[in-house]
């Protein structure tokens, strides 16, 4: 059935061809199906239909490797197979000539590449020779060595003007393609260009370039140029320095050249090493010495002696015409640098180590991930991303402490995850923070990495710790977090909007680089003893809010369950002053599958208010229990913390991170002047029948409306508690003040504002167990609020809004917001 839909296709592509005024005749002199076809860069075959009403032929137009045919000949109608090999370099294709007698039919078929940027590239821009004779051969790289064949080599020469005067195309591979001129014999291949050049007899240097060009199948060309000079002079070849001294470990050395001609004649120079003492061919250390355009290169190997060992290294050349030039270079290795351990680099004094010695610990960041620190804000609305490439984590060999690393480049950190490596400290700038007390070495190169192993996540020592056993000395560390739950288990990690974070390809709905309010957002993490612990996630990480196609539902991508979070214990000096008290501690996970909270939730609710119904009322979602908010204005609200937005753009509501009405907003004048106290708003519930070892109440909140008019609200708020239906109330055991930040809005919020709602927990007294009826009253603690600082691009780092400024009594209820996203009673068993 499949040849025979074949067929039919055919009868009507070839019915198309001769016109459509026309019956099909199936007796024709010579056909074929298509005369152009498209090949992926996969190996694979086609079949290629022909009709004729005799004897026909097939034949190539040209000899290639990478395809074949099954057949050469036929008779009548029938079919060709046109195999051909995966395509490793530019599209590529041949064309297949279909005879019979005097007709013929031509099938171009065009293979896709298999690389996206060919390129061919000379090991150095140009050459400077000397004026002898000589074969040269300059080292080249490619990533289309299987089509070398494409290639075509010309060489323009030039006056003493320096203007083209001729230009000789050369075919490569082809040692007798004589010329005319001074550069004959090119050769060209994936490692490397040959060619030959004459004696330069002239008074004058000479100059020429030798271009190497290839054209893919759709006539894009590439092309590389090699500039040559040839000089009137002798061979030279001068070190800048005759000695050198270096540290004992593996390393590759650059020695300059003050004048050197003869880097291109590599196969007539000579290279020796010497070893003072003597030593067996096994133990040579000095390692692949060269001769290159910019001087001498070679490598040490580690000196693992206790002395320090000497070498010569002795160049020589002799020209065709027999000039000699030559050259020593004396190595002096000291020994391998002395271990220190992660004890003895705290020791030290903050500045710059000036002692040889290295540390050996295990990498504990991922190089690659998005979420290994902070980016630094260094404008008003900027923060340089490039800081979290160079920074990495590592632990010593027995998990006890940790150092910050911070590379000067990204491209010089390259610390892989699990690996454990040799840090040369000597040259670093070790910096010393205190409480907590943290330890960062910075100012560190490629050459700073002594040695690397392959990475092994099972050698690394499983620290399991629960929340309040963890210490500075965890800092930097990899720690298993042990019995963790997320507390505001709806949307995403991260409780803020990304309409206020970069616009990038992970957050397509972000702003332009001149609006940046944000990078790093807390998510709270909670234990059976409600010890709280916050995660922080990057703005780039791409697991950090997911879209869904263009709707606002308010659905979960967090876990859901208990578990152990693998994370890095960190201490951020970002997002404290950022979105207020976060704790001593926090953790950072190089990957979502760090935080393995897939287990049975610990924790049972009692009742618990989320506004995901979308709905402008006090009912709680989960639960009974009333929720009493006396003189305030209840109206709906945005929660930040949902997964994706309508998608429309546009308005601060369309936002991913903001959902209308995903919350409430209490708004009242919050201070009692009258009677100088707080306003508040109780929460009752009975936890008849339960026991426990823990009950909390968690609130996720803010004030403000992305607008300077709205950002008044009460910032400190106590926690009280009454166990006889609120005839009294005593304030919760314990309770630090409960802080309520407000929410940025875009022309001039400081740096202290947060894109989104702040979360809090806090332990209840064991006796609100096994109540009929417990009542929770959050009441203002004072007339403390936050203010519009007036930011602007020259005080940002200075000028702070939160806590600034005081609740008065003209104080509109508008400006004064309590805005609720979450609030939650839950109890362990």
Known sequence: MRKIRILLTAVTIVAAITGCQHDYDMNLPLAITSRALSLTKDAGSTHILVYSDGEWNARFTRNVKWASLDRLNGSGNGEVVFSYSANYGISRSVCIIFQKGSLTDTVTLTQAAGVSEPFYKFATPSLTLHHSAADISV??????????????????????????????????????????????NLEVLNDRVNFKVEDNKATLPRLADIFVSFIDAEGNSTESVLKIVQLISAPEFTLESSEGTYDGIKQDCTIGASANNIAAYSSDINISVSYIPEVAEDERWIINPNVVTSGLEFSLLPNNTEEDRMGVITISYVSSAGETVSATYAVTQKPYPAELSFEDVRAMTAGTISKLGYIEGYVVSAHGSPNVVSSPQVGQFRYDRTENDKTAYIESLDGKYGFMLKFNSSENNSLQRFSKVKILVKGAELEIENDPLRYTLSGLNGESVMEAEDPDKFSIPKKEKNISEITDDDIFTLVNVLNLEIMCKDGSYTNCTDGYSLKDDVNPIGTSVTNVRWDVAPLMCYDKQGETIYMLTNAASPWRRYSNS??????????????????????????????????????????????ALDGVPFSNTIVEWTWNDHKTDLTPETGSGSLSIYGATLAGSS????????????????????????????????????????????????????SGSCMFLGIVWGHGSMSNTSISGPAHWKLLYSLDDGATFNEVPDCPIIKKRYITWWSQTSPDATPGFTEHLRVLPSDCFGR????????????????DPKATSTNYMTVRGIEKGHITASTSAGNCQTRIGTITVRYVK
């Not at 070398?148 to 393609?177: F, W």
């Not at 152990?564 to 190089?590: E, K, N, S």
């Not at 009826?773 to 936050?786: F, K, M, S």
Request: charged share 20%.
């Open 639 to 690: 929660d930040y913390n949902n997964v994706t937005c309508s998608g429309k753009g546009g308005a601060s509501g369309e936002m991913k991170g903001i959902v209308s009405n995903g919350g409430i907003n209490l708004t009242q004048n919050w201070w009692d002047f009258e009677n100088n106290a707080g306003k508040y708003f109780d929460i009752s519930f009975s936890t008849s029948g339960i």
């Open 550 to 595: 263009h709707d606002c539902d308010f659905f979960s991508l967090l876990p859901q369950g208990a578990g152990t979070f693998c994370g890095i214990v960190v201490h951020d000096d970002v997002a404290p002053v950022r979105f207020g008290d976060l704790g001593r501690y926090q953790l950072r996970a190089m990957e979502e599958s760090d935080i």
């Open 139 to 184: 080292g080249a790289s490619t990533n289309i060595r299987y089509s070398l064949d494409n290639m075509t080599a010309s060489v323009i020469y030039y006056n003493e003007e320096g203007e083209p005067v001729d230009s000789v195309k050369m075919i490569p591979n082809q040692e007798d393609a004589a010329v005319s001129k001074w550069i004959s």
């Open 772 to 787: 009929s009826n417990v009542t929770l009253r959050l009441q203002v603690a004072d007339t403390v609020t936050d203010m």
